[in-house]
């Protein structure tokens, strides 16, 4: 046990550790700084004086400190966009952030970490570095939150580690993205079947290897198939396998289906609603009686995996047409999680563009820095029919074509000219015109009614946000968007 004197001297020492530190942020519970590191006075250009003391978000308005502290759960090697107050230079950090927690397990603060690289292509050197020294892809497999689609099989059925961190790994923070979110880490290990259903390109796989990752059995095996890719005479062997001569040009030794490879698992059957009819019969066996058989086997075998369903057809209208079962639907759908499309949560492009611009030039080693304001707009405005799949199509483009520094709407000029010629130009169709007129009325009022919260409360934050409504994180969110430095 240390002696009074012990303890003062550790004390003095942690203090020490932490100054010796590079790049480190210390909150308490209310998410005030009492530590603030001498690399983020330098490279902000404020004064250690103004951050101390300040709540954090008044410092660093797109921080997720705060996340942390509602959450507990830590966020590792996330990219952070830091600008100098003065000169307005942006620069991409890498940076990590975790829970203080006392000897009781309770959260009495957070610690933040960053990386001070001299932008992106650092990043990328680091990452393969390590790609070096552990011989696999799988960081980077890791990192594309957004990749929609897996050919590969093996891709598709690797057993690859999951985390309790996969929810917040999710881009967006519109109220919609963040009730899936908490949807997501309420569920996650209950053994329920869920129907993730939204348009075409909103991400629904992602949402499932969220649920997959976060739940218990995320040591196991996740097995992707796709119910329209596959011919119908094909996708009763490819989800049952098969036993040996069990029909002709069957494979001598059999074949182990998707069912009976994802035991302990997962199983996502995306593109439900194609299903053929016959199969749906049979797959509503499978999820009541909890077993199921080979195609020319007599022996059952158990079935004990967790079955996400996507769609991107309405359900309910195909039970009408006598094209889906009614009985299978309500089996598949004791939890339906709808993603909206994007044209929908307007505030979660930007962020869904920066993670796309981080990916970009980690992959193709491209120097990136940002988008200006009259394309982070046109981007707002427009309503993305693809969504969040051709979003990302568009960013990757302009990138490559850009190569380094900010895209303008210059690099977007392929993009302008296909929608035009699709009949919904940006500059000249009426109709988005007047959408867009719309949509900048409404900025404008939101403005002014913050301007107005703020100038009632002498510019108290928290109390601004009581008045409008909103939790002050929305409330930084909304003064970063609009550039409004109040």
């Known amino acids: 046990m240390l002696t009074k004197q012990q303890e003062e001297k550790l004390n003095t020492l942690c203090k020490y ?3 010796s530190l590079v790049g480190q942020i210390v909150v308490d519970t209310e998410g005030t700084i009492l ?11 404020i004064q250690r004086d103004e951050a101390e003391g300040k709540y954090v978000r008044d410092i660093l308005p797109n921080t997720r400190m705060d996340v942390i502290l509602k959450t ?25 952030r975790m829970p203080i927690r006392n000897e009781k397990g309770e959260i009495v603060g957070a610690l933040s970490e960053t990386v001070f690289s001299r932008g992106i292509n650092d990043i990328h050197r680091l990452d393969q570095e390590v790609k070096h020294h552990t011989n696999q892809n799988l ?8 990749k929609l689609s897996v050919s590969d099989e093996e891709m598709q059925m690797m057993n690859y580690p999951g985390d309790e961190d996969s929810v917040n790994r999710i881009c967006g923070h519109s109220p919609e993205i963040c009730s899936l979110k908490s949807v997501i880490a309420k569920v996650a290990d209950m053994p329920l079947t869920v129907l993730i259903t939204g348009e075409t390109g909103t991400g629904k796989e992602v949402f499932a290897d969220a649920l997959h990752r976060s739940s218990i059995r995320r040591d196991k095996h996740f097995v992707k198939i796709n119910c329209a890719a596959i011919p119908k005479e094909l996708l009763e062997s490819e989800l049952f396998g098969y036993e040996k001569g069990a029909f002709s040009g069957a ?8 069912f009976e ?20 019969a049979k797959l509503l066996r499978v999820l009541q009686e909890r077993e199921f058989e080979r195609i ?7 079935f004990d995996a967790r079955v996400i369903c996507t769609t991107n057809r309405d359900v309910v209208q195909l039970v009408k047409e006598g094209k889906f079962r009614e009985d299978l639907y309500y089996r598949i759908n004791v ?11 307007t505030e979660d492009i930007m962020e869904l563009s920066r993670t796309f611009i981080a990916q970009i030039n980690n992959e193709y080693e491209l120097s990136i820095e940002g988008i200006d304001a009259d394309t982070q707009q046109f981007l707002e405005c427009y309503d993305w029919p693809g969504n969040v799949r051709e979003l990302k199509h568009a960013i990757e483009r302009a990138c490559m074509m850009r190569g380094s520094g900010t895209l303008s709407m210059d690099d977007f000029d392929f993009f302008i000219r296909r929608i035009s010629a699709n009949g919904s130009s940006y500059a000249a169709d009426r109709n988005v015109t007047k959408s867009l007129d719309l949509k900048t009325v409404k900025m404008e009022a939101e403005k002014k009614a913050i301007e107005t919260a703020l100038k009632i409360t002498g510019g108290n934050k928290k109390s601004a946000a009581n008045i409008l409504g909103i939790e002050r994180t929305v409330l930084y969110d909304k003064l970063k968007k609009y550039d409004m430095n109040i």
Do not use: W
């Open 17 to 19: 550790a932490i100054e």
């Open 251 to 258: 494979s001598s030794s059999g074949k182990t289906g998707k």
């Open 296 to 302: 020319g086997g007599l022996k059952s075998i158990p």
């Open 72 to 96: 507990g759960v830590p966020e590792i090697g996330r990219i952070f966009e830091m600008k100098h107050k003065e000169t307005g230079e942006t620069k991409y950090m890498v940076c990590n």
């Open 139 to 146: 960081f980077t497999k890791e990192s594309d939150y957004y």
């Open 261 to 280: 490879y994802a035991a302990g698992g997962t199983i996502l059957l995306d593109e439900i609603g194609d299903m053929p009819l016959d199969l749906q």
């Open 335 to 345: 939890l339906e999680m709808y993603i909206p499309p994007l044209r929908e949560r």
């Open 35 to 45: 530590y603030f590191s001498k690399e983020h006075v330098k490279f902000l250009g």
